[in-house]
């Protein structure tokens, strides 16, 4: 008890002296507790999870390992150590939307629009906020595993449910090969299809990434290009909920799913995009003598980098389209606030972003006094904007930012990172994002905990779309202020006790939001919001419990709108047949308390308040089977099945989006090493 005491003293202690830009649950996704070695099939790519984020750079990497992968900051390029997703348990719950998060509300398909249930698990809207509710399906060269291996590596992984009418399909795979020991060429292939177990339900997304990579002392280079095309049909919901919850008090019985009245159909959502991204690091150091403790007396030369030169090019296109080939929808929407109302719904818009970074970094650990890497950074945006008025309207935007970051990657007992940004010239002149991040280790009675706390602190100009937009039924002009965020937070993992704690405040300031007529809004007082973070696992021999759970509380919940309570929990037995098959089976649970979840509005892709139906209080319960034999993983899993025997069924993710009826979903995931 006093050594628990002593841990929660010492989170206070640590939050004057941090800023961080990563929010608390990030920090918790990062610790969950430790996963036997069988529990992966690439263990020579493992790390120290608890210091992932902050881990030493690639060139640092035993790179007598076969394989090995990391990420990268978009903006540096400073490399960062990574896992694959190669981890056995909760495969299965990986593959569904709901496993994108603890908690995730979406429009019941997959490959539908999403947003977090978690306050702090979202990020800023982006300059182009149609794509944001794709976030989770999105690939980007700061969520991208670059990767290094000795020989050609590839991976299938494919899932399907449901029958030819309703089947949703995705199927991944990935192939890289290095040419020579500093060249990696690789592509990543993401095609997914899901017809939609109800009527104008339909997603389809094509999303490939053709990357490389070059890695020596001197020269560090990633190449990323990314053609992406998502595709879906909008429906507006299901006419009525009692169609799912009280199917006994229609009029009439339905077969399936199919027959279920929607709001509309014939109606889509488009968006195109791509991006094209280059960093490049040139090194600046000398070579060090080092000799093997062996009875030769064996000698090598070893580059230490002192300093780098950094160029970053990023170019991004995005654009948006929502059409329609009837007039159904019309009557959903106020015909007073239309825009050439006299033709079918044919919306669209564009983006494109040019930036370029130029930074200087001074390199941690060249000399005994360099304790931590030093960078400062130029980055020059231009923003081009293409929306719909009589004319085509076109309108540029140009910020030049200054900033820097702060990284301390080595010491077991102490790590840290500090960043920031300034807007210095330009539409977001005068806007900063400064971040930090602190943790270090405690004994505790024979284990060491982890103790990480964070902050940030933001204040950032509205983007374009929310000031402006033109559609048929929707047109707005706004001159919004800034919008402040302050955010502390911090988390204690102690492995022994498979425990993970956490906690985070964030005060909002000038929030921006869409209110129940699907326009932005923007509110001039302050709010907060507070969040309260458990892991927990338990074992008992073959017998697991692992839970996540999640208390929150918004300071306006007419205008944030969250759920007290939410939980994920997981109950199966692990085992092992003939040594070479591993096996969990059991049942799985995903629940939140009632609240008034935000509506969708599909004409611009974006999430409203509403105070008419409530969503929650409805446990998703599971049963699974997962497997891991040699390289490769496959599930058999009963989605939904509380269907079966809860009533009433009032599984909806959203208002007037039920998620799936009960159904089997198979997936498998193969490894190819050779």
């Not at 090194?283 to 980098?305: A, C």
């Not at 950094?310 to 929808?329: A, H, M, N, Q, V």
Request: with cysteine; net charge neutral.
């Amino acid at each position: 008890m006093r050594q628990t005491g002593f841990i929660l003293f010492l989170l206070p202690v640590f939050f004057p002296f941090i800023l961080s830009g990563q929010v608390v649950y990030e920090e918790l996704r990062d610790s969950l507790s430790t996963i036997n070695s069988t529990d992966t099939l690439l263990v020579d790519s493992i790390q120290d999870k608890r210091f992932d984020h902050i881990q030493a750079p690639v060139l640092e990497i035993d790179t007598t390992k076969s394989i090995y992968f990391w990420n990268i900051t978009e903006r540096t390029g400073e490399i960062i150590p990574v896992r694959p997703d190669t981890f056995l348990t909760d495969y299965f719950n990986r593959t569904n939307v709901e496993g994108m998060g603890i908690s995730v509300a979406y429009l019941g398909n997959l490959g539908l629009p999403t947003e977090s249930r978690i306050f702090f698990e979202r990020d800023d809207r982006s300059q182009f906020m149609f794509s944001d509710p794709y976030r989770a399906y999105a690939k980007t060269p700061g969520n991208f595993d670059f990767l290094n291996t000795k020989i050609p590596y590839s991976n299938i992984s494919y899932q399907r449910a449901g029958d030819r009418a309703v089947r949703e399909e995705r199927l991944q795979a990935l192939l890289a090969f290095n040419v020579g020991k500093k060249i990696n060429i690789g592509f990543d292939v993401d095609y997914l299809y899901a017809r939609g177990f109800y009527t104008s339900q339909a997603a389809k997304h094509m999303e490939w990434v053709c990357f490389g990579n070059y890695i020596s002392d001197r020269h560090q280079l990633h190449l990323f290009f990314n053609p992406s095309d998502y595709t879906n049909a909008e429906n507006g919901g299901i006419e009525d909920d009692r169609w799912i919850s009280h199917p006994d008090y229609m009029d009439r019985r339905v077969s399936n799913t199919l027959e279920i009245p929607v709001r509309f159909s014939n109606v889509w959502n488009h968006i195109k995009g791509k991006q094209i991204y280059l960093n490049y690091h040139y090194n600046l150091g000398f070579e060090r003598e080092i000799q093997y403790k062996t009875d030769s007396g064996n000698v090598i030369k070893q580059f230490i980098p002192v300093s780098s030169i950094i160029y970053t090019f990023d170019y991004k296109e995005r654009k948006k389209k929502f059409y329609s080939t009837g007039t159904l929808i019309d009557d959903y929407y106020n015909k007073t606030n239309w825009f050439e109302d006299d033709r079918l719904a044919n919306d669209s818009t564009s983006y494109r972003l040019l930036s370029n970074t130029l930074a200087l970094s001074l390199r941690e650990g060249f000399s005994d006094w360099a304790k931590f890497d030093l960078t400062a950074f130029l980055t020059y945006e231009i923003h081009n904007f293409t929306t719909m008025d009589s004319l085509n309207h076109e309108e540029k935007q140009s910020t030049v930012y200054v900033g820097g970051e702060l990284f301390k990657r080595k010491g077991k007992i102490l790590r840290y990172k500090a960043q920031g940004k300034y807007g210095i010239l330009g539409n977001n002149f005068g806007d900063f994002d400064i971040s930090g991040n602190i943790e270090t280790r405690i004994p505790v009675g024979r284990d060491t905990a982890s103790i990480n706390a964070n902050a940030f602190i933001k204040n950032l100009s509205p983007t374009y779309y929310e000031n402006r937009y033109r559609s048929k039924y929707f047109q707005w002009d706004n001159k919004f202020e800034k919008v402040t965020k302050v955010f502390i937070g911090g988390n204690i993992d102690i492995p022994h006790t498979k425990t993970n704690f956490g906690l985070g405040v964030e005060n909002l300031t000038n929030y921006i939001y869409f209110d129940k007529t699907g326009y932005p809004k923007q509110f001039g007082k302050n709010i907060q919001i507070l969040g309260v973070f458990l892991n927990q696992n338990f074992q008992l021999k073959a017998l697991h419990w692992d839970n996540q759970f999640v208390y929150q509380k918004s300071g306006r919940a007419d205008i944030v709108p969250l759920p007290d309570f939410t939980a994920y929990s997981s109950l199966y037995v692990h085992f092992k047949i003939a040594k070479v098959l591993t096996i969990q089976m059991g049942v799985n649970a995903h629940y939140w308390t009632k609240y008034y979840a935000p509506a969708y509005e599909p004409a611009t892709q974006q999430f409203k308040l509403q105070d008419e139906v409530k969503v929650g209080n409805y446990p998703l319960l599971g049963g699974f089977l997962n497997c891991h034999l040699k390289q490769t993983r496959f599930f058999i899993e009963y989605y939904n099945a509380s269907a079966l025997f809860i009533t009433p069924t009032e599984y909806f993710s959203l208002p007037h989006y039920p998620v799936n009826p009960t159904v089997l979903k198979l997936g498998l995931s193969v490894n190819f090493i050779n």
